[in-house]
């Protein structure tokens, strides 16, 4: 299990969403590159980074940001967050991201994913954010009609390498993650499922951790990590434990 620590840039910089509501940001650090550089010195291995303000304008906006973490950090990096065409793709996967996340496009567009992640093999995931069992688009300004379980199906066998898959209701809000849901997700498809939204404390770390959720990849936190009520080293020692059990 991965536990994903999570840096969310709006305006350069590091924030975090209640409920994706942009109006409803507390900003943590005005250094998106030494937040990256604390995460990979408290022993995480994995980073995950999301364009906020490009998710709503469709392009990349805080391109300089992600740069500065990629010169700073070793560990491996998925960026989301206004990648909706292949230039912008591979432009990231030039500048060293591991692995990049389509969100609005995969509802739009899934031959776009489809071509990509056959191009890029293991490079390409894909972001689904419900809200009420329903997919959100354009930053979650907008409420699709199709269901998490029905776009994921679209990508079954297309080399896709994972779908992040948030349950807005309780992003940013410390409620807990909703475990059932993408469960139920990582049951229904082949491909791995990683759990976002709500991560609120070492008992959902604990969760993860249990026999029900082994199909899942892992997990983003944020708020948790930035407010003290996860500790990294004892979460990080948890999942240590468990892969050597």
């Not at 191009?119 to 300004?141: C, F, N, Q, T």
């Not at 994972?162 to 809000?173: E, H, K, V």
Request: hydrophobic share 50%.
């Amino acid at each position: 299990m991965i536990l994903f620590p999570a840096i969310d840039l709006k305006n350069g910089q590091c924030v975090r969403l209640e409920q994706g509501d942009m109006a409803r940001a507390t900003v943590f650090n005005l250094d998106p590159a030494a937040q990256a550089r604390s995460f990979q010195e408290q022993g995480f291995t994995y980073l995950h980074v999301v364009d906020l303000d490009g998710a709503f304008a469709g392009k990349p906006i805080n391109a300089q940001a992600v740069e500065a973490m990629l010169k700073t950090v070793t560990m491996p990096v998925q960026l989301g967050g206004g990648i909706r065409d292949m230039a912008t793709l591979e432009a990231w996967l030039d500048k060293g991201i591991t692995r990049v996340i389509i969100g609005t496009a995969a509802v739009r567009d899934p031959a776009f994913v489809k071509e990509a992640a056959k191009k890029y093999p293991g490079r390409v995931a894909v972001g689904l954010d419900a809200r009420d069992g329903k997919v959100a688009v354009e930053g979650w300004a907008e409420t699709s009609t199709v269901t998490a379980l029905d776009i994921a199906r679209r990508f079954e066998d297309a080399g896709v390498a994972a779908i992040i898959f948030t349950d807005i209701a309780r992003d940013g809000l410390l409620k807990g993650l909703n475990l059932d849901a993408t469960i139920a997700l990582a049951d229904a498809i082949s491909i791995p499922v990683i759990a976002s939204g709500g991560l609120a404390s070492i008992d959902d770390v604990k969760a993860m951790l249990a026999p029900r959720a082994q199909r899942l990849e892992g997990a983003i936190s944020g708020r948790a990590l930035y407010d003290g009520r996860i500790d990294p080293a004892e979460a990080l020692a948890l999942i240590k434990a468990a892969k050597a059990g």
